[in-house]
């Protein structure tokens, strides 16, 4: 995997900071070698020669250090520290509960080690085995009996160093499906044993990880030749000496023994908790309510947390750098990277009027990102822009994207910005877009910067993270906010500030479609991640488990916001409505354009807006946001243009379906597949401008320059915003 890493790659400690405020940078190369790294201000990322093209600014910083190789270790686990309360020349058994939920090969579930000893228990679609380490001898076991996908299975390993005979054993939930296999130790002792490790061997670094669900681990003092009920310890409760207890801290980290000896433990890298375990009922679906049932752990050979890198150099943010988007330029001899961040404005001033909000938590969601997408022809639009050379596709080392699954098929559904993240990179390349550059998230969003440059309009830049921290306090000093192309990830905090600011005299132009789509949740205590449960309903990637729509970090009910009587219309007016391909078409005005109270928007445009951009040749297009009374569009909003006839490839999101032919709201599902502009006014003041559509900031950009009637539309309404009451 090394040989797939870019040659210098790296990431920061968080992704906004204001004057004053430190960044630290992590980097890691390839090759051990010189680095520099120099500061740009990011106007705009689309490498597109018929475009604005790259436009990265040097800021003075310029700052040389010697790199190193840091690696990335991925996967899971959990890891106890002590030695259970066994007196040497007792036997001993070693038990789990496993379900696994794809073929996938054997991987360790528990290893109890001490110096060079100790015992590892290994379980994958072929069946379990296990190894006894005695005095540089290893003894092998193997049921030869395979596991079953989704079936719950106590594994144990019995030794009594008496005789030194051990008994290895799988038991089926519900299923008469057992088999054992027993050897003889040439050593008649057990392993002094220092560390416990669960879903990994080697607890000073972790490896062989397994990917499944674990459960109930434990250690009993008696041997056990036979698990007839697999939920049912069959020795007296008094032999334990260790039991370890997954449903204690499922927001958090911990892992609780219940045993004797209090050999409490945590878990590493951000494994899947608040999952269902063996003794689930049904007769509850969040984890809060019965955690007795939520008692696993899905753990995952490729989860990452942190990647742990010793830090590169770090940066104080000038106080006379102004707002905006940024970007370490890193050199070494064999390539060069880029690092991505946001520079606020002073917390005390000045502001500008407007206000961008990078949607940074719709950027993690999707980081990394791998479509598969990254063939000949994407690679030759590559080099031939100068566009970013580095795709998921190609470098699996930082671990996926939220749209992407585990190696058993379950869906990812954490998330850390503290790792590099490729498709967060100027010049970034998401699609081969024959009618145009093929950005999406960060690049995409970089249009609406460039075009606020060219056009002479200044703004400052807040980020999801801050408004999620922060609350209404940190938009309160704007005249307008403005959303990218694709705010999809919001937390409850970050609606109610919205609704705040609007509600309270602020102006809001939603600039993107399929916004405020998803419930997310995030943990103080690890505020690097993000976590989405795809629950009912929603165009999704993967769907989760029934049982396992409750988020693990704040333990609320995760899916769509609509689903939790949040939907978009209540916000902005426009809701997700039709998807298709990365293409689009136009909107042509309607008559209630024409009326004096809403005319100054569409001064000097003409009927037909948006037949033209970067972004699939189109400003309607991609996903596509409709207006809707009994979905919460607001009285008074008046719709004031609307999408032409999409491309064929569009479809009807199945969270307006009833049937194939009837939809939720009574219109028929070809009349769903629309975008429209909106408008409308709110009581105190405020006021909400909203486009619909995901490539609508494409259009920004008219074949030249950033003119058009896209561009004096959104000039206009951006212009009467920020003007002073």
Known sequence: ??????????????????????????????????????????VSADPNPAGPGLDLRPVPFDYGFEGVHQPVRLGSSGVVRGTPALAASQARSWAVLVQVLAELPAATVLAAEGGADGIVLRAGAAGVEAEISLGGTVTRLRTERPLRPMVWYRLWLAHDPATGRAVLGQQALGLADGATASATTPVARVAPVSAITFAARDAAAPRDHFTGKLEDPLVAAGFVESWPDPLILPLPAQTLAARWDFSDDIMGDGIADRGPGGLHGRVLNAPTRGVVGAAWSGRETCWRHAPAEYGAIHFHADDLDDCGWAPSFTFEVPAELRSGAYAFHLTCAEGEDWL????????????????????TFTYQAYANHARG???????????????????????????????????????????????????????????????????????????????????????????DEDLDDEGEVVLSPYRVV??????????????????AYRDHGGRLCYLG???????????????????????EGGIRAW?????????????????????NRRPPQALVGLGFSAQGLFEGTYYRRLPASEDPRHAWIFDGVPEVIGDYGLSG?????????????????????VILARSAVPPASFVTVPEELLSHIATVTGESPEALKRAEIIYFDVPGGGAVFAVGSITFCGSLWNGAAFDG??????????????AAP
């Open 1 to 42: 995997m090394t040989g797939m890493l870019p040659p210098v790659t790296g990431y920061l400690d968080r992704l906004s900071r204001r004057p004053g405020e430190r960044i630290t940078a992590y980097v890691s190369l390839r090759n051990p070698g010189a680095c520099r790294a120099r500061l740009v201000r990011v």
């Open 340 to 359: 991505p961040f946001y520079v606020l404005p002073a917390r005390n001033g000045p502001h500008a009027a407007v206000a961008v909000l990078a949607s």
């Open 373 to 463: 997408n990254a063939d000949a022809a994407y690679k030759e639009r590559v080099v031939a822009w100068g566009a970013y050379p580095h795709n998921p596709d190609d470098v699996p080392g930082f671990s996926h994207s939220t749209y992407n699954r585990h190696p058993d098929g379950s869906g990812i559904s954490l998330s850390s910005r503290l790792r590099p993240i490729l498709t967060m990179r100027p010049g970034f390349l998401t699609f081969n877009d024959a009618k145009g550059s093929g950005l999406r998230h960060y690049p995409a969003d970089s249009h609406l910067l460039a075009w606020l440059e060219a056009r002479g309009i200044a703004f400052d830049i807040i980020t």
């Open 482 to 499: 403005l959303t990218g192309s694709h705010p999809e990830y919001h937390t409850e905090r970050m609606l109610d500030a919205l609704m």
């Open 513 to 535: 479609g399929n916004g405020f789509y998803w419930r997310i949740a995030r943990d103080p205590a690890r505020p690097h991640l993000i976590e989405i449960r795809r629950a």
């Open 543 to 563: 769907a989760a488990e029934a049982g396992e729509y409750y988020h693990q970090l704040d333990g609320a009910l995760g899916g769509l916001w609509r689903r």
């Open 617 to 637: 040749g189109g400003a309607a297009g991609f996903e596509l946001d409709r207006a809707d009374p009994r979905l919460g569009t607001p009285p008074g909003t």
């Open 709 to 722: 009637p896209a561009s004096r539309m959104l000039e206009n309404v951006v212009r009467r915003f920020a």
